[in-house]
């Protein structure tokens, strides 16, 4: 593969430092930003089997599944780690399932489905040790890369950070974004969670509210950046395509509940019957302010978080309450204001929110009027995205820093029971 500086730029805010020496006519900033440089990958590169190799220390963790005592933690665009958790003391690493492109995972009757960039590939994970591949549909998710048949090539983004030196009075430079010989530095907050689950209705396994695919009466969803796909998976092995449905740009998450599918979008959330689950028809849209939009559903009530940074495109921060009792019809109940809320789970009475780098928060929700301050426990020394209540008293948490189990018995004192710490180069 190879890299070019020059077809697509884009660069994120990470920090800034103001320079006194700011006088009228002089003025200067000094910025550190993300900077994104256009990958090309060879088609015949990713299109080969998943191959599973020995263990390997998770270095930048994404998305995570639950599944007959295993824990399925992706590694952002590499693959699969293969934790055992039968003794969620002693969680043991055991083997690394290497797919390019990787984000998004589920599981049903021992087939794991997977995105391998613009691929969906069904594998059989029958022994966990050496899975295989059992079926690749191909070309599913085109529109979150650009892709060039005549030279068999996708593309995708690398990161890089930067360091630059700004004279803020220039008349290019506003707050907003500036120019330095034709490249955009977009000035807004860094996402750090990177890309996009919902609590198993299901006889696979358990997903977190990030997610894209989900499973549920023998049907796999997945989405991309504007479409709903269904597939019948019956027949686990081989998934088989029976319906396309657009949506709209900006569709980030799902979450089965009952016979509903509820799809976080940027600028909303979209409810669907899922009475005949291969062809979900749509119901309604509740609408909010441009940002990223996990959900989770309990009873007469959707939670959504709101949260800014550059992948969003958004600057609020909230926990949105929504009255989905009518589903052609839902209502804000009330909006509560938040430090960086991601991933959330509910249980009982309990709501659980990661707030990035402000930890895991636990809050009582009886009353939804008093949520922020009903909150029970607050743990501070992780970097959160998204949280799984497995049980009244086992969550599972997965952020920047790596993946978390507490024992959560005592909602106003978790405790914490393993953790797999991330282990970066150089670190």
Request: aromatic share 10%.
């Amino acid at each position: 593969m190879k890299y070019t500086t020059t077809s697509f730029l884009m660069y994120i805010l990470l920090s800034c430092t103001l320079f006194t020496s700011c006088l009228e006519d002089d003025c200067n900033e000094t910025r550190t930003f993300i900077q994104y440089d256009t990958e090309i990958i060879n088609l015949k590169e990713i299109r080969q089997d998943p191959v599973t190799e020995s263990a390997r220390d998770l270095e930048n963790p994404g998305k995570m599944y639950f599944y007959n005592d295993y824990i399925l933690v992706n590694e952002i665009k590499e693959g699969v780690h293969i934790i055992n958790n039968q003794d969620p003391k002693n969680p043991v690493n055991e083997a690394f399932l290497r797919i390019p492109g990787n984000v998004d995972i589920a599981v049903k009757d021992n087939f794991l489905y997977a995105d391998n960039y613009i691929d969906l590939l069904s594998i059989d994970i029958n022994d966990l040790k050496n899975a295989k591949l059992s079926c690749r549909i191909e070309d599913v998710f085109q529109s979150k890369y650009s892709l060039d048949r005549n030279q068999g090539v996708i593309y995708d983004f690398v990161q890089t950070q930067n360091t630059i030196e700004i004279d803020c009075s220039d008349p290019n430079f506003d707050q907003g974004q500036f120019n330095r010989g034709g490249d955009v530095f977009v000035d807004v907050a860094f996402d750090a969670a990177g890309p996009a689950g919902a609590e198993g209705a299901n006889s696979s396994g358990t997903g977190g509210s990030l997610a894209r695919f989900t499973i549920t009466k023998d049907h796999l969803y997945v989405i991309d950046n504007v479409t709903l796909f269904v597939y019948d998976v019956e027949q686990a092995a081989k998934p088989r395509s029976v319906n396309e449905i657009y949506v709209e740009w900006g569709i980030e998450t799902l979450f089965p509940y009952e016979d509903l599918m509820f799809i976080g979008a940027n600028n909303g959330m979209f409810i669907y019957d899922n009475r005949t689950p291969s062809a979900p028809e749509f119901l309604s849209k509740f609408e909010h302010a441009r940002a990223c939009d996990p959900v989770f559903v309990q009873g007469d009530f959707a939670y959504v978080t709101l949260r800014d940074g550059a992948i969003c495109e958004a600057f609020s921060n909230q926990l949105d309450v929504v009255d989905v009792s009518d589903w052609r019809n839902p209502e804000l109940v009330i909006t509560h204001q938040m430090q960086n809320p991601h991933g959330l789970s509910v249980r009982g009475d309990h709501l659980y929110i990661c707030e990035g780098e402000y930890g895991l928060k636990v809050f009582d929700k009886t009353d939804h009027n008093r949520i922020p301050d009903e909150r029970t426990d607050h743990i501070k020394n992780l970097h959160a995205y998204d949280v799984i209540s497995l049980s009244e008293s086992h969550l599972l948490v997965i952020g920047k820093d790596g993946l978390y189990q507490y024992d959560a018995s005592d909602k106003d004192d978790l405790e914490e029971i393993s953790v797999i710490s991330v282990t970066r180069p150089n670190s």
